[in-house]
Every structure is written in C-alpha cells, then in structure tokens.
C-alpha cells in the first residue's frame, strides 16, 4: 500500500491538473490540425496534427503533464531505446527530439510506455524498467532501475509471446503479462495435427497477468500474485480508474487452416478465433488453451488440440467470456479508457483500442490498421464498436502487412484531453483534437465512421468474392504443371525417391526468402524431408520473371496443406537483386 504522503501528492498532482486545464484550456488554444489531418478519417469535428514523422520504428508511448511525450522504440540504438519529444512553440509539431535509455532488448520486442507517480516505466521483452522524471527536464538523467523481470526470457529462454505492457491500479500495484512461450500449448509447438498437453504445463508461469508491487525492484514472477490465468498474449491492456478493474485485449492462436485443414477453411482461418476483449478480474481464467472465442458463432468452443472440432463446447461456458469478440487477427496493441473533458460526452470513460493490422489473413486481405472505440457505461460496454479513426495504411486493399504506409500502435491522453497515437513502420505520431460543437455531435457523425465498416480492411471478406488469390492461384496452377510438376507431381507429393514433397512443407510454408532462394539459385546434394532422405538436382530457375515466380510459389504456399501467405513479384525481385 503506498504511504498517506504518496497518496496525498497523487491527489494534489491530479487537483493542480484539473484546475490548470479547467484556467487554462479553450478550443483556441489548440494547435490547427494539419489540411489532411495528416492522412486520417475522423468523426466531423475533429482534427489532426502530426506531431513527428519518420523518427525510426515505435511502440508505445506516453504524454506526462507537461505536454512532454515519450515513446518506446522497437530497437535499442547506441543513442538509446526511448525517445522524448518536446514542442517548444506551441504549433502542435515536436522541435526538440532526443533519444535515452541504455539496456539490452535482444528480442527488440519494446512495448510499455507509462508515466505514474514521477516515474516513466518502460519495458522491453524481458523486463519492466522506471527512470525518475526530473521538473523541467525533457530527459531523465538517472540510471534505469528493474522492477520486474521475466527470469526465463531474461536468461535466454524462448517465449514467443514475450511483449511486457503495463498498468497502475490506485493502491500501488504494477499489472505485467506474461504471455505464452507457445502457440496453443501442443506437446510439439504449432506442429499440424499436433495435441495439446493436458494439463498445460506453460500456465504455471506464462498465459496470465501477475500484480507487483509498483516500487520494488528485482522481483519476478515469483515475487507477484498471480492475478489471471489463461490469457495466451496480451499487449493492449488498462486499468479503467473509473470502474476500479483491469481490462485487457488477447492475441489469438495463429493458421487454424494450416494445422487443421480438416476442420477449418482459409476463410474461417482468416477471421478466426476472436480477439477477446475481456474484464479481467482477481481469479480470472480466459480458458487458453483449452477454448477460443468463436464471434461469427457468437460462443467460445473447444480448441481443435483438446478434442474440438470448431462446434463443440465440452465445458467452455466455464471459462471467462468476452465482452466483445472483435474479428481474427487484427492485433490490439493497446487500450486507453478515456478520461479527458475535450472530446464530446460519447467518448467519455469508453475504451479506444490500437488494432494494429494482421499478418496471417491470406487469402484475404488482411485487417485491422485502424482505432476503434467501445462506449462504456457502468463499466460495460454500452453499445458495439466503433471505428474511431482509419486510414493509416493509406490503402484500402493490404495484401501483404508491408503495404500498409502506417499501423497503429500506441494510445495516450495528453494534458488538455487530446489523444496521441503513435505508429510502427516509421515513428509517426498524431495528436487528435476536438474542435466542433460537443452538443452537436452524435448520430450523423457517427454513421459517417460505421460506414467505413464496409472498407476491406474492416469488413468480414466474402468467401469467394474477396479471396485475392482467385486468378494468382489459376496462373500460378499452369505454371506449376509447365515447370515443376514432372519432378514434384501434380499433388505435390514428390516422386517418393529423388525430389521431396512440396505438400505441408516447413520449408514451403517457412520463411518466403528461403523458399525464392532455392528456385532461383537451385538445390542439389542431400537432403532430409519429414524424416526420409532425398538426393536429387533442383536446377535454378532464374530464367521465369518475378510475376511467374511469384505465382508459382503463391500456389504452393496457399496450396497443399501449406496455408501461407503469398508471396509478391516485389519481394522476389528484392531476393534476386541481392548478393
């Protein structure tokens, strides 16, 4: 419990806020938003600036009280892994920018960035770091100091779920995830067909939420309570200060369709399972790895490692249920409850989420991109989600995760109640205001964003009409049977004797620039698949053009039990121009 000094300076902090903006703070004073709202479709009424553009890849970030914003990098330079920004002049653009913070992220996984009680914490893939906040000073000078580390990622243990986000409750505890060192939980990690070990070893440790001390240093797992079991990865996560409880989005399990082809389609794959927004309460168990929230069924079912079949329940009602199933794969990043007086009453107290864009939607195109908005009421959602703000990607169709220009990443409210967004493929951040007529706001704005439900990036795709691959997979087919069929048969299951099977391969469905290299470079010697020798000459074929290569191996990938995403004529003719 913090002393009543503590205490008594967190409410003096907050008081001299509330009566500065309350002086202070007038539409006037806010700086005009850039003509384009630098790329953003908002609700009529508000306005964007960019604060900072191309500043090097981001995560999360932090505003402090000062207006002084803060941002977790996703790699650690020489000059520092955090960067602090100031706007000195008021124009709503940052003209001081500098780097700090030394330590080690091998995983270069940062995600947390806070400000609480003087302190800014930050994390990286292994531990939960605070440096003091001087008065004045844009940069804290002191050395960073550990308050929780991850002992098994910290000493070179492997946890594919690793990201460290943070939050405060208002009795002096720290909130930290620890997420699952696997996909599902199998006996064999994300092997197609594989079981799942029962019970699952890997919630002892990981798959839940643990609650620290916010002051003490050096404690781990072992030092925290265990406060929510059976949330496989979470990265967006909030203490709502008006509802007093702990509210999370999960990450779910990845390529149902790739380990289950039997029981699950392309289709379902891309839109399955949910990505749960739950409140997380003491005891709380998200029933991983033993169930998914399935939202076009409207129900969690049992997962296909445990017995499931995609329509069975066997016990899943047992287990935590969200408050709202958002679709497959669209990634929420982070999660702010608002608490500001700028924006209009309808966002009061409701949640905006950071839904940082998919990978593993192909086929499809992949969603997300974008904030949405929940509206809250008595600590529930009062109504479905909305979108907020789109238009980061700058496309309305993304194939491939590296088309979109921007994903959303990180949430924060500054001083005066404006909300700062950072993103991840090139640092940009924007502070969105409220200019327009608070009484005046409402449906008709409101209708012109739930029309924006429709842009693929948003929308459920349609089975047959959205599948992008419809005429790659046709062209890619002929040429499959024109170049590679003689050696590997049209079914892809190989001659048995001299050239291996291209059918639920790791080597197809692996990492797309080992695959281009072999056909491009060619491949002979010995060579084990799937436990059983082959010994053949793979001749180069550098001689088809990026397009044909391109749609050879898009039909593969998506093909023979492989599930992958496919792979464009751009990534091949990078592969091909290297040395």
Partial sequence: MPSSATLL??????????????????KDSLPKGDPDNGGLVLPDGFEAVVVVDSVGKGRHLAVNSNGDIYMRMRNVSPEGGNLALRDTNHDGKADIIQLFGHFDDRINYGTAMRIHNGYIYYSTSSTVYRTRLEEGKLVPSGEPEVIVFDSIVGNGGRVEHCAKPITFDDEGHIYVPFGAPGDVCQEENRKPGGKGKMPCDELEWHGGVWRFDANKPNQTQRDGEKYATGIRSIVAMDWNHSDKNLFALQHGRDNLSRVWPELYSAWQSALLPSEEFFKVTKGFDGGWPYYYYDQLQGKKVQSPEYGGDGKKTNGAEKVGQPLIGFPGHVAPNDLHFYLGDQFPDHYKNGAFIALHGSTIRAPYPQAGYMIAFVPFKDGLPSGPWEV???????VDTIVNTSDAHARPVGLAMGPDGSLYISDSVRGK?????????????????????????????IKNPDEKE??????????GEQLYNTYCSTCHLADGNGDGNRYPPLTASETVAGHPKKLIEVVLKGFSGPITVKGKPFNGVMPPHDFLTDDQLAQIL??????????????????????????
């Fill in 388 to 394: 907020f703000a789109d238009g980061f990607a700058q």
């Fill in 429 to 457: 951040i924007w502070r969105i205001m409220y200019k327009g007529s608070k009484s005046g706001f409402g449906e008709a704005q409101l209708a012109k964003m739930e029309a924006r439900k429709q842009r693929t990036n």
């Fill in 554 to 579: 898009t039909y593969i990938r998506m093909g023979f039990k492989n599930n992958s995403s496919p792979i464009s004529a751009e990534h091949i003719k990078r592969v091909r121009g290297e040395k």
């Fill in 466 to 475: 959205d599948n992008l691959q419809k005429g790659a997979i046709a062209a």
């Fill in 9 to 26: 300076r967190a409410i003096t902090a907050i008081a001299v806020s509330i009566l500065l903006y309350s002086c202070f703070f007038s």
